[in-house]
């Protein structure tokens, strides 16, 4: 039987994938890069966003040159409605910059949504005076619709380097039930777009006869990753 919200994705990833065409091929260029150059992808997000950050981060089939710059204080781990005060402060990113090493080669993914809080944009900001790329992930429906939450202040899209518009529509439901907006959409979308463009830069490198760094299933006899562990533990906050 159809399900509307199988019906539903099904259109949004179509839709992502015709409307960021140029963007996403130049990410790719960008995350192939990173593997050729032995450079790190950190991924930075807050509330659900920092799922689509950590689909990246130490999995099986993943790459290993990923940065999530995982912090309790905006995962609603600690209490929703806490991280969502929290991801509203300005000047917070900057103390979870400070605890990873972070070199201007490197390419950041930041995630959010909306595109209008003080964290994600921050930390938008000081990836860009330290000289790095950035690639935004965000709703650009959403983000447009409403003003930054930092008065003055521009929304995540308009400081990134490359913006991966998600396609969600405002208010992150793909669904009318009644009168109710539901059937969130932004975390398949985010995480389908990092691992579209994983995976083909992951192509792209190995054709030009880079040793790919790629996380085997530790559940699965026969293979280690320790190798990988050992190679990038020192770069990496939270391996």
């Known amino acids: 039987m159809p399900y509307p919200y199988h019906t539903a994705v099904n259109h949004l990833l179509d839709a992502i994938v015709q409307s960021n065409e140029q963007s996403i091929i130049k990410a790719i260029e960008w995350f192939a890069e990173t ?30 040159n ?19 005060e929290i991801e509203r402060i300005s000047g917070f990113s ?24 003080a964290m994600p944009i921050e930390m938008a900001q000081l990836a860009k005076e330290n000289g790095n ?31 991966l518009d998600n396609n969600v529509p405002t208010g992150d439901g793909l669904l009318n039930i009644g009168a109710d907006l539901t059937g969130a959409a932004s975390t398949i979308a985010g ?8 995976t083909e830069a992951t192509k792209k490198a190995h054709s030009q006869g880079v040793q790919l760094p790629i996380f085997y299933s530790q559940n699965v006899d026969g293979f280690s990753n320790e190798a990988l562990y050992k190679r990038f533990s020192g770069r990496i906050k939270h391996l």
């Open 35 to 64: 593997l050729i150059t032995d450079r790190l992808i950190h991924t930075f997000g807050t509330g659900h966003s920092h799922m689509i950050g950590l689909e990246l981060f130490v999995r099986a089939g993943g790459l290993a």
């Open 133 to 163: 790329k950035v690639i935004a992930i965000t709703s650009l429906t959403q983000s447009k619709t409403f003003p930054s939450r930092i008065a003055n202040q521009p929304k995540l899209y308009e400081i990134a380097d490359l913006v």
């Open 66 to 84: 990923v940065n999530a710059m995982l912090d309790s204080t905006v995962m609603t781990s600690e209490g929703a409605r806490r991280s969502a």
């Open 191 to 198: 995480c389908f777009l990092v691992n579209l463009i994983a």
């Open 94 to 117: 900057k103390v979870i910059w400070d605890q990873h090493q972070i070199a201007k080669e490197d390419l950041f993914v930041i995630i959010s949504n909306s595109g209008r809080n």
